[in-house]
C-alpha cells in the first residue's frame, strides 16, 4: 500500500469512529450502553493511532536510511571518477555524449583502416578525438587490443586513452584526448601524402626531427621495457604518430597492439601492420617479438631523415613503366662512401642540419633494420645512441631482399606515385606470399 493511501486510510477510519461515537451519544445519551460502545470506539481510534505511528515512523527511518545511501553512493561513484581521472583509467560514455561532443560527428581528423576519426569538446570543454571503429569481428579486435594496450599504460609519449562508449551490435568508440598539430606524415612528406593542400605545405624544421626520433623511441623502449607486460605496438609508421601544440610525439593507433609476458621472447600471430615498415620475420611462421617495432622505428627513422617515403615508384610514363625507388637501400650505399648529407630531405636549409646527427640518425636506423632480429638493438639502446649516452657504431651491411620485396604490392603498380604503399591495408599471410610470388627478382 502507497504511504499516501495507508494514512488516507488511517484518517477516514479514525474520523468514521468518531462520527460513530457522535451517534452512539445522540442515540443513548450518557448511558451505560454508550460508555461500553464509547470505551470500545475509543480503543479502536487509539489502535489505529498508534499502529500509523510505528508504521510511518519506520518508514521515515527506511526512507531517510535509503536516502542517505543513494548519497553515499553518489560521493563514491564521485570519488571513483575522480580517482580514474587521477589514475589515467578511461571512463565509459554515454553515445549521446560523444554524438554531442563532435556535433553529430562531423569534423573528420583522420581515416584510417578500419576507423574514423572525430574532433570533440566536451562538457568540460576538454577537446577529444573520438574514434569510430566500425566492422564487427575486426572491429571487436581493435577495440580490445587498444584498450587493453593502453588502458594501463601512462607515458608522456604515448596518447592517452581518455574513455570509450559501446553501442549494442553497433560501433564501437575511443576517445583520446585531441593531439594539435596532427599526424607526422603530414609534416614530413611533401605532395605524397594524400592529404589536403595545406598539409602539403608543412614542413618539420631539422631540430623538431631529431626531437621526435627521441620521444617515439622513448615511448617505445617503455612499451617494450617498462611495463608489467611488454606491449608490441606492431604498427609502428608516421600516420600513427601525432604531435602536440609543443610538436612532441605522441604514439597512437594501438588497434594492431600484442601483450607479450616477460617470460615469453616471440608471440606467434596473423600479419599485421603495414606495407613498408613489416620487419621480415612477417613472413616466417616463427613469430614477432618487440625486434619487430624496432624495424619499423628504423623504417621511419630513415623517413623523417630523408622526408619521403622509403617506398615510391619514380620515373614518368605509365605506372608499369616505373621503377620502383627504395630508400633504404640508397641510405646504406651513401653511408658506405660516407656521403650521408646526400640523404637528408633537400627542403631543409642547409645551415638546419647537423652532419653528426644526421649521421647518428641514420646509423641507428640501419641498426634498426638488420634482417636478423638479434642485430637489432633494444629500444633502450636506440634512446641511448640518439641521446648520445651510448656510442654508435658503424652498422654492419644488410642484404636488404626480403624487406623491399614485403614493402611493394604489386597491385600498387596500377596507382599513382601519390597512393603509396602505406595505406594501411592489414593483408592476411596469404596475399603476402601470392604478391611475392607476382614479383620479378631483383
Ligand atoms: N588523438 C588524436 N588527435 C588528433 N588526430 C588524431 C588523433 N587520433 C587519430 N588522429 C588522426 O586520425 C588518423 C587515424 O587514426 P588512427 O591511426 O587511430 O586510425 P586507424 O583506423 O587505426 O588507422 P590505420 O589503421 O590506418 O593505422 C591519424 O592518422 C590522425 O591523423
Ligand atoms: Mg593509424
Not at 623511441?217 to 607486460?229: G, N, T
Request: proline share 4%; aromatic share 8%; glycine share 8%.
Amino acid at each position: 500500500m502507497k504511504v499516501k493511501t495507508g494514512k488516507v486510510l488511517a484518517g477516514a477510519v479514525a474520523v468514521s469512529l468518531l462520527i460513530l461515537l457522535l451517534i452512539l451519544w445522540l442515540c443513548f445519551g450518557f448511558t451505560k450502553a454508550f460508555f461500553i460502545f464509547a470505551g470500545i470506539d475509543s480503543a479502536a481510534i487509539l489502535a489505529i493511532f498508534i499502529w500509523a505511528m510505528f508504521k510511518y515512523s519506520s518508514l521515515d527511518r527506511r526512507l531517510s536510511m535509503a536516502r542517505r545511501t543513494a548519497l553515499d553512493g553518489e560521493e563514491l561513484r564521485l570519488q571513483y571518477s575522480i580517482l580514474r581521472k587521477v589514475a589515467g583509467l578511461p571512463t565509459l560514455f554515454r553515445y549521446e555524449q560523444l554524438e554531442a561532443a563532435t556535433d553529430g560527428f562531423r569534423a573528420v581528423l583522420g581515416k584510417g583502416s578500419s576507423a574514423s576519426v572525430f574532433k570533440g569538446i566536451l562538457d568540460d570543454g576538454t577537446a577529444v578525438a573520438v574514434k569510430r571503429i566500425d566492422g564487427q569481428e575486426h572491429g571487436e579486435e581493435e577495440f580490445r587490443a587498444e584498450v587493453t594496450a593502453l588502458a594501463s599504460v601512462q607515458h608522456l609519449n604515448l596518447v592517452r586513452l581518455l574513455g570509450y562508449c559501446l553501442v549494442p551490435r553497433g560501433p564501437r568508440f575511443l576517445v583520446y584526448e585531441f593531439i594539435e598539430n596532427g599526424s607526422l606524415d603530414s609534416w614530413i612528406f611533401s605532395g605524397d601524402s594524400g592529404r589536403s593542400t595545406s598539409a602539403a605545405q608543412r614542413l618539420l624544421p631539422w631540430e623538431q626531427r631529431c626531437a621526435v626520433a627521441l620521444d617515439v623511441a622513448r615511448a617505445l623502449a617503455y612499451l617494450h621495457h617498462d611495463c608489467r607486460s611488454r606491449v608490441l605496438h606492431l604498427d609502428v609508421k608516421p600516420e600513427n604518430i601525432l604531435l602536440d601544440e609543443v610538436f612532441r610525439a605522441c604514439v597512437a593507433d594501438f588497434g594492431l597492439s600484442k601483450l607479450m609476458s616477460r617470460d615469453e621472447s616471440r608471440v606467434v600471430t596473423t600479419v599485421r601492420g603495414t606495407r613498408g615498415y613489416l620487419a621480415p620475420e612477417w613472413l616466417l611462421e616463427s613469430g614477432v617479438s618487440e625486434k619487430s617495432d624496432v624495424y619499423s622505428y628504423g623504417m621511419v627513422l630513415l623517413e623523417i631523415v630523408g622526408g619521403r617515403r622509403n617506398v615510391r615508384l619514380v620515373g614518368d610514363g605509365p605506372a608499369s613503366q616505373r621503377k620502383w625507388s627504395y630508400f633504404p637501400r640508397i641510405v646504406a650505399e651513401k653511408v658506405r662512401q660516407g656521403r650521408e648529407m646526400e640523404v637528408v630531405d633537400e627542403r631543409l636549409p642547409a645551415g638546419e642540419v647537423e652532419e653528426n646527427q644526421v649521421k647518428a640518425m641514420l646509423y641507428v636506423a640501419l641498426w634498426c633494420i638488420q634482417e636478423k632480429p638479434t642485430l637489432r638493438p633494444t629500444m633502450a639502446r636506440v634512446v641511448d645512441m640518439l641521446s648520445g649516452r651510448a656510442p654508435v657504431e658503424a652498422p654492419p651491411e644488410t642484404e636488404m631482399v626480403v624487406v623491399d620485396l614485403l614493402a611493394i604490392d604489386h597491385d600498387d603498380a596500377g596507382d599513382s606515385a601519390a597512393a603509396p604503399p602505406h595505406a594501411g591495408q592489414n593483408r592476411p599471410m596469404s596475399a603476402y606470399f601470392a604478391s611475392l610470388s607476382t614479383l620479378s627478382p631483383r
